[in-house]
């Protein structure tokens, strides 16, 4: 009976402790709210797989963030397809032009680097400064369409036309066009490549128009009358130079002191002579450039293997930290069967998300598929399945949900801007393209943009399809025995 008493007094005792340390001063409840603080850093800093994570992970954002965004180097190597029909000498004076562009190793804009052809003029050979990066990778086409598939395929980011008879046509009078395409499913670098093609060829157009006109401008110094001021011509005085505003206004001067009086024919003639050729740029496929073209196909992407990745990791996780895992390993059931129905589960959901994201692209912000929805949903389901074997290795090895979700937050942020979801590969520095080409991520959206965007078909996209499956193939071959090692410790 005293054992009874004194186990009840004691009892009591320590309830009494409790009450009066709960409801204790401001200084014991900060020191008890650090005991608690401590054993959560204890208990973090014990799970080896999370205390990498976080490590690495602000690691990883400030490197890509701080290397991601476009600078000079964006305008390097960039290869471009060339189709030239004419192969007269006006016609490869523009390629060996092209060929023999640079930007200043120093910085500065990219029509810096047309000084070579300035002082080479018309018909001659332009150097390349040694020390200038060339801007553009010259690939030879045989016509427009094998240069569009150059496009296609990913071999080149921009053709240049020259058709038939360009040089004749110049020297006639007839103003032909010359033809840039460029690639729409990477809108930045497609804006930037136009740019620099419309005003470099635009420069060439003007400078041989300019020694056309050279003639009646001496002509019209030497009339009587009054003489144009010697600041007009300061910019364009030299035939080489590329004429600026004052040239140009002299020009079209003396192109209606010649050509004036011969009606519309004369001032097609004159317009001609100012300007030998049109610089037309097209796309790939019709109507006008819309950035959320380029995004739809990655964020689509995006979704769909994040959701699988992150489903498949925490229902296993959860399932192993909540206890129902044990009784679902217990079952008279193939384990195999365990990952395959899993996978299934979340490969539906993500299929779903990505159609969600895919028809509201389409209705919201005008997005067109112009290659086969068929191609579209296959990219989508190799995509999911090149992950599946990370998201079963990621489960297998984190003991807790919490883990596998900071374990795939840190995977997530890179491969996000890897990946070109939200930036163009080609802008990136070298050292980061290449660690692009080990994200699979990479290949999903560039297949899903060539198909939706280009139209696309298996020639273009066998490449994104066969390293998706190789790849999705190695993962599973690691993750499926890791799984089963660890699930029966």
Known sequence: ?????????????????????????????????????????LDFTRDRMRLISFVIMPIFMMVMTGYIFPNQNSLQNMPLAVVNQDQGPLSRMIVDALNKMTLPAGGGQARQ???????????????????????????????????????????????????????????????????????????????MLSSVLDQFLGAMATQVGAQKVAP???????????????????????????????????????????????????????????????????????????????????????????AVMMGLAGAISREREIGTLDG??????????????????????????????????????????????AWVAGLLLLGIFSFVGLGILISAFATEQETAMTILMTLQFPMMFLSGAFFPVQQMPTFMQGLSKLVPLTYAIDGLRKVIILGAGWSAIQTEVLVLTGFGLAMLLVAIPAFNRVITR
């Open 113 to 191: 680097g047309m000084a070579a052809l300035g002082e080479a003029g018309p018909g001659k050979t332009a150097s390349r400064s040694r020390s200038g990066n060339p801007v553009f990778r010259i690939q030879p086409a045989g016509s427009l369409a094998e240069a569009k598939e150059l496009i296609k395929s990913g071999q080149a980011n921009g053709a240049v036309f020259i058709p038939r008879d360009f040089t004749r046509q110049v020297g006639q009078g007839k103003q032909p066009h010359l033809v840039v395409v460029t690639d729409q499913a990477n809108l930045q670098i497609s804006s």
């Open 328 to 373: 679902i390993l217990i079952a008279p059931i193939n384990r195999l069967s365990i990952i395959i129905g899993k996978t299934i589960s979340q490969s539906l959901r993500g299929l779903v998300q990505g159609a969600v994201v895919l028809i509201l692209a389409i209705l919201l912000f005008h997005v067109k598929v112009y290659g086969s929805i």
């Open 216 to 306: 009646l401008l001496a002509a019209r110094e030497t009339a009587p009358g009054p003489r144009a001021s010697a600041g007009a011509s300061g910019d364009g005085g030299s035939a080489g130079a590329v004429p600026g505003e004052g040239l140009l206004q002299m020009m079209a001067g003396a192109m209606q002191q010649a050509y004036g009086g011969l009606g519309a024919g004369g001032l097609q003639r004159a317009r001609a002579t100012v300007q030998p050729f049109v610089v037309r740029i097209e796309g790939i496929v019709p109507g006008p450039p819309n950035y959320f073209q380029f995004m739809a196909p990655g964020i689509m992407a995006m979704v769909v293997v994040m």
């Open 1 to 41: 009976m005293s054992e009874v008493l004194g186990a009840s007094k004691g009892r009591e005792l320590a309830a009494s402790g409790l009450e009066d340390r709960r409801h204790g001063g401001g200084r014991q409840a900060v020191a008890d709210a650090w005991v608690i603080a401590w054993k959560d850093i």
